[in-house]
């Protein structure tokens, strides 16, 4: 992946949403009561020197380089240990913090110097959930974040030879309180990660070995492709983007949400990044319980909290274990002891939750592209856009998309802003964009499509024009900024228009029931 993306394209973009800008009728700046040192702290940080540099310059073979840490993220000052294989006789480790940075959107923070390379084995899955660990390897070192910032990181691993991978980290932080909470979506990396051969989806024989996929993954294993594949397609832009507007941020992933009871304490908001699936039952509670205390919830992606997880422990610590035995439930240790935590999706046996009490929208379907299409122009969130009944936007949606059904799930009141007509799987049926509010005054948001985030690089991936980018920015720079503000219900309460959709209360694709 070429992570060097136009970044004149993306800074003029911001620039035209920057401090200054007046949006949905609150400052950049925020209310007085907005925590002014964290506001600082994002500001001063990213108006230090970027790194342009930043990109894998060449991956090689898959195992030319690679590597993974034995901590999903770290409170700062706090260590972690690397482990590494490599072919090469001697590698070198850097870590830069994903931000602005003036459009160079990472900065160096830490370099190792020459560091002795060595090959470590590839394991066989074992067990009956056919699980691949890589606890077994050697560390290569460890590393301190004394002087690291908050943030979301990329260790970048460059052997003697060239080749290059990189392994993510989070450094937390310590306290949410005042603050937009940014949630890493480790469970779901690991999820899709076929490092050794399996993930939950596949076996050693590709897509069509769903029979030998893992029933758990570990997050003892490097991350396979570059090393951070889904961060930088559906996180790292909209990161680039939260820090570029000067936000009081907190950073964590959502395996520390299934740790910490308190985490989400007096947070403004909390964001789901563009690909968030697996759920734990105390993730999802706790995202629904903070809401209910005001905290804003925004979803920048689509198919969000769909599949139930539950975490266990690893030779490297609690919660490195991602369970979830999706369509072979009875199969679940759990299944007759505690139906509530059999892991398969929410929506289904035996204990079915469907995830859109939370997230307004319910996934429907992949794979497809669509126009998206503008409902609402009138709504706050589309302010400064220039948005009319006539603006579509193409492909947009996809390639996996969530609808508001209506059903007796649905949070009320909600309203659709987007409205967009798409075929899929053969069935006519639509996506929505939805904003409701919560009695608590929260407001929830849901893009209700998997491209949202990859749109705001404005690189034109998968035919989405670039000049649409800055459609999807100012959008997300309006929610972003009101939601830093607190409960956003109190400002802008959803005008509640679900009949004007004739919605339809179940999974049109499924049913093979077209809607147009």
Known sequence: ????????????????????AVIAGCTAGGSPSTPARSREA????????????????????????????DRVSVLPGETFRLFVSTTGRTFRAEAFRMGWYGGAQARRVWKSGDLPGRRQPVPDAAGETRTVSAAEWRPSTRIST?????????????????????????VRSRSAAGKVVLMNAVTTWQAYNTWGGRSL???????????????????DRPYDHNGARLFLVYEQPAIALAESLGLPLAYTTNMDLDADLGLLARARAVISLGHDEYWTPAMRHRVTAARDRGTNVAFLGANACFRRIRMESTAHGDRRLVVCYKTDWKRDPWYGRDDAGVTTDWREPPRADPENSLTGTLYESNGTSAVYTVAEPGHWLFAGTGATRSTRIPNLVGTEYDRVTGDAHTPRPIEIIAHSPLKCRGVRSYQDSAYYTAESGAGVFNTGTMRWVESLKGDGAHGIPPSSARFTRRVTANLLRAFAQGPAGRRHSARDNLARYDPFPSNAISLHHDLW
């Open 201 to 219: 989806y596949q076996g050693p024989d590709g897509k069509g070995d769903y029979d030998g996929r893992s029933l758990a993954v570990s997050c």
């Open 42 to 69: 994002v500001r001063d940080e990213n108006s230090l020197r970027g790194h342009h540099d930043w990109g894998l310059g060449r991956r090689g073979d898959d195992r030319a380089i690679e590597g993974y840490t």
């Open 1 to 20: 992946m070429n992570t060097q993306w136009n970044r004149r394209h993306f800074l003029g973009s911001a620039a035209g949403i920057g401090a200054g």
């Open 146 to 170: 004394g002087g690291w910032p908050e943030g979301s990181y990329l260790i970048r691993l460059t052997a003697d030879s060239g080749d290059q991978r990189y392994v993510p980290v989070t």
